[in-house]
Structure formats: structure tokens, C-alpha cells
Nanobody
């Protein structure tokens, strides 16, 4: 059974850092594009970053570029999202998901989802 489990969320002050983990089971992460998404109350779920299955290329939305880094550890079958210089507007539930398509960041193109982890940036 294909499963994704996120962890690493929490409460952090503005300017702080968190590292989210997405542990996969039932499949290998390098065979799928793995994306990170976030959703805050009253807003649509948005793609934040993804790492391509084909060559490991990474993609970011403009608001996190230079602050967030996505990476993949094939040995641990886990994808990470390192988040630095966090801002209050980064507050959301963060989800990881898997897609059979290469390098996509639209939620509708992802087939498998984790349960989410809350990130709150506040002083």
C-alpha cells in the first residue's frame, strides 16, 4: 500500500527554520515526482516545491525561492523540505504528495497524499 507520512512541523518564530520530512512506503520516491503543498484556512491548496523523478530537478514557487530547499534521500526513501527565514505568511498545513508526471506542481496532477503537518510562524 502506497503511503506518505509527513513530520517536522511546529511553531517557530519569524526568521526561524524547520525541516519537514516526507517518508514514503509502498513505492520508491525516485520513481515519482514528489511535491510539497500548503493550505491555510480559506485559501486553496498551493504547490510550494517539487523534485522531479526523471533527473532530480527541483522547482519552487516564487515566494519561497531562496528560502526553501527540497531534497531526496533515496536510501531512506524520504523527501525533505528545509525551510529557512520563515515568515508568518508561511503558516499553513503542509502536505507531501506523489505524482507519476514529471516536474509538476498542480495539486490535481498528484495521486497520493500524506495527512499533512501544521507549520505556524508566529512571535
Amino acid at each position: 500500500q502506497l503511503q506518505l507520512v509527513e513530520s517536522g512541523g511546529g511553531l517557530v518564530q519569524p526568521g526561524g527554520s524547520l525541516r519537514l520530512s516526507c517518508a514514503a512506503s509502498g513505492f520508491t520516491v525516485d520513481y515519482y515526482t514528489i511535491g510539497w503543498f500548503r493550505q491555510s484556512p480559506g485559501k486553496e491548496r498551493e504547490g510550494v516545491s517539487c523534485i522531479s523523478s526523471s533527473d532530480g530537478s527541483t522547482y519552487y514557487i516564487g515566494s519561497v525561492k531562496g528560502r526553501f530547499t527540497i531534497s531526496r534521500d533515496n536510501a531512506k526513501n524520504t523527501v525533505y523540505l528545509q525551510m529557512n527565514s520563515l515568515k508568518p505568511e508561511d503558516t499553513a498545513v503542509y502536505y507531501c504528495a506523489a505524482s507519476t508526471l514529471d516536474g509538476v506542481l498542480s495539486p490535481g496532477e498528484y495521486d497520493y497524499w500524506g495527512q499533512g503537518t501544521q507549520v505556524t510562524v508566529s512571535s
